[in-house]
């Protein structure tokens, strides 16, 4: 079983920045397919970027150009640092894995999440 804990979610005034970490237990970095998503208060569930196990990455529309994800295999941890942040960002973020070594878009079905750490934006 896959135990995913997310931590850095926080309040940030608009054009600020966060670093979002995710960490597993056990090591399932290396042929994984990775994801952030987020879900704000009556929307549903949106992804946000994903990285595959050779290192692809994708994003959505929404974040290109602020946001980054990026993993630390040796240390087991899954990263999102965000930038320029807007208050449209704020939700609940979640991080996702999948054990699959191919293309992980943002579409892939992960089927292990953990719990969320909140990141609230304001103007």
């Known amino acids: 079983q896959v135990h995913l804990v997310e931590s850095g979610g926080g309040s940030v005034q608009a054009g600020g920045s966060l670093r979002l970490s995710c960490t597993a237990s056990?090591?399932?970095?290396?042929?994984?397919?990775l994801g952030w998503f987020r879900q704000a208060p009556g929307k549903e569930r949106e992804g946000v970027a994903s990285?595959?196990?050779?290192?692809?990455?994708n994003y959505a529309d929404s974040v290109k150009g602020r946001f980054t994800i990026f993993k630390d295999n040796a240390k087991s941890t899954l990263y999102l640092e965000m930038s320029s942040l807007k208050p449209e960002d704020t939700a609940m973020y979640f991080c996702?894995?999948?054990?699959?070594?191919?293309?992980?878009?943002?579409?892939?079905?992960?089927?292990?999440w953990g719990q969320g750490t909140q990141v609230t934006v304001s103007s």
């Open positions: 996702a894995a999948e054990k699959w070594i191919g293309y992980c878009p943002l579409s892939a079905t992960f089927n292990y």
């Open positions: 056990g090591y399932i970095y290396s042929g994984y397919c």
């Open positions: 990285i595959a196990s050779y290192g692809t990455t």
